[in-house]
């Protein structure tokens, strides 16, 4: 018997019928463990609820396979030992963010808050914008999210640069940022967030931007230095569009909440009504393939 953990009962119901021989549980990572938790072999994490592997491990010391429901892998803490294989649910949620992105973007070149801010004052003030015809997009992050947001704004007639670690055919190589950057007017950041990426957009990265530029965050807060962009937000040189910050959940009083030329969300780009099926579908084909031994699918290598 092949047992499998999920976060919850709702996660029981929408995995549906699973392959005979396997058991499935439900923990939420509570003090209550059910039995057989120590029999697990395929566990599915509660989403953002960070976790420690070798804690896990204890818990768990049958475990095999870590399946996330959330494209980046920064909630799991601690190396991966051998026999362990941790995979992500990259795919799953490309489109949506994809489609905030992309709003955020159309939002800020329309003038959409300005126009909103007219609206809820009763006053007609027309005002001239721009579209996205011609502007070079440098999104940084070249995996599924990254390609889905390129594939939108082309069909606005904007010309995506994507960039990831390395170079290949289509992608520039993040060492030629220094030479992209400038000649952005919009950058979107599509990449995990890792021990490399971490605090990578800063000052010297933001001063290299042109004037006006737009910055939109849809990866992860801690990718960007928070004060640095609130220098720059706030000087009016640049303007934003933010569904991840440092710290979140973002605390009242933060200068964040009143600064000027930016759109901000609560880490809302993936919450959508079929973000749960659409996960658990992933966990049921992803189970069905370790129940037969054909390979997985999304399984994190290297640097996390």
Same mark, same amino acid.
């Given at each position: 018997?092949?047992?499998?953990?999920?976060?919850?009962?709702?996660?029981?119901?929408?995995?549906?019928?699973?392959?005979?021989?396997?058991?499935?549980?439900?923990?939420?990572?509570?003090?209550?463990?059910?039995?057989?938790?120590?029999?697990?072999?395929?566990?599915?994490?509660?989403?953002?609820?960070?976790?420690?592997?070798?804690?896990?491990?204890?818990?768990?010391?049958?475990?095999?396979?870590?399946?996330?429901?959330?494209?980046?892998?920064?909630?799991?803490?601690?190396?991966?030992?051998?026999?362990?294989?941790?995979?992500?649910?990259?795919?799953?949620? /490309?489109?949506?963010? +994809?489609? %905030?992105? $992309?709003?955020?973007?159309?939002? *800020?070149?329309?003038?959409? =808050?300005?126009?909103? @801010?007219?609206?809820?004052?009763?006053?007609?003030?027309?005002?001239?914008s721009d579209d996205l015809r011609g502007k070079r997009v440098v999104i940084i992050g070249a995996g599924d999210l990254g390609e889905q947001t390129a594939r939108r704004l082309r069909?606005?007639?904007?010309?995506?640069?994507?960039?990831?670690?390395?170079?290949?055919?289509?992608?520039?190589?993040?060492?030629?940022?220094?030479?992209?950057?400038?000649?952005?007017?919009?950058?979107?950041?599509?990449?995990?967030?890792?021990?490399?990426?971490?605090?990578?957009?800063?000052?010297?990265?933001?001063?290299?931007?042109?004037?006006?530029?737009?910055?939109?965050?849809?990866?992860?807060?801690?990718?960007?230095?928070?004060?640095?962009?609130?220098?720059?937000?706030?000087? /009016?040189?640049?303007? +934003?569009? %933010?569904? $991840?910050?440092?710290?979140?959940? *973002?605390?009242?009083?933060? =200068?964040?909440?009143? @600064?000027?030329?930016?759109?901000?969300?609560?880490?809302?780009?993936?919450?959508?009504?079929?973000?749960?099926?659409?996960?658990?579908?992933?966990?049921?084909?992803?189970?069905?393939?370790?129940?037969?031994?054909?390979?997985?699918?999304?399984?994190?290598?290297?640097?996390?």
């Amino acid at each position: 018997m092949i047992v499998a953990c999920v976060p919850d009962q709702n996660a029981v119901g929408l995995l549906g019928s699973v392959p005979d021989g396997v058991d499935v549980l439900a923990w939420d990572l509570g003090d209550s463990k059910p039995d057989g938790l120590e029999r697990t072999e395929f566990w599915v994490p509660p989403v953002e609820h960070p976790f420690d592997v070798q804690e896990m491990l204890h818990v768990m010391p049958a475990l095999k396979v870590i399946q996330l429901t959330s494209a980046g892998v920064d909630d799991v803490k601690g190396d991966l030992p051998d026999g362990l294989t941790l995979c992500d649910a990259r795919g799953v949620h /490309g489109s949506a963010v +994809a489609e %905030l992105a $992309v709003l955020m973007i159309l939002a *800020l070149q329309r003038r959409l =808050p300005d126009f909103l @801010a007219s609206q809820s004052r009763g006053v007609w003030q027309p005002a001239q914008s721009d579209d996205l015809r011609g502007k070079r997009v440098v999104i940084i992050g070249a995996g599924d999210l990254g390609e889905q947001t390129a594939r939108r704004l082309r069909s606005f007639d904007a010309v995506p640069v994507l960039v990831a670690a390395s170079a290949r055919d289509g992608v520039h190589a993040i060492t030629e940022l220094p030479d992209l950057l400038p000649e952005a007017d919009m950058v979107v950041l599509t990449l995990p967030l890792t021990r490399r990426t971490e605090g990578m957009v800063d000052a010297a990265f933001l001063a290299q931007l042109a004037d006006g530029a737009v910055l939109i965050n849809v990866s992860r807060g801690k990718i960007v230095d928070t004060q640095a962009l609130l220098a720059e937000l706030q000087s /009016g040189r640049l303007r +934003a569009g %933010l569904d $991840v910050v440092e710290p979140e959940p *973002l605390p009242a009083g933060h =200068p964040l909440w009143d @600064a000027p030329h930016l759109i901000l969300t609560p880490h809302a780009a993936g919450n959508i009504a079929q973000s749960g099926p659409r996960a658990l579908a992933l966990v049921h084909d992803q189970l069905r393939r370790y129940c037969e031994g054909t390979p997985l699918i999304n399984v994190v290598h290297g640097d996390y």
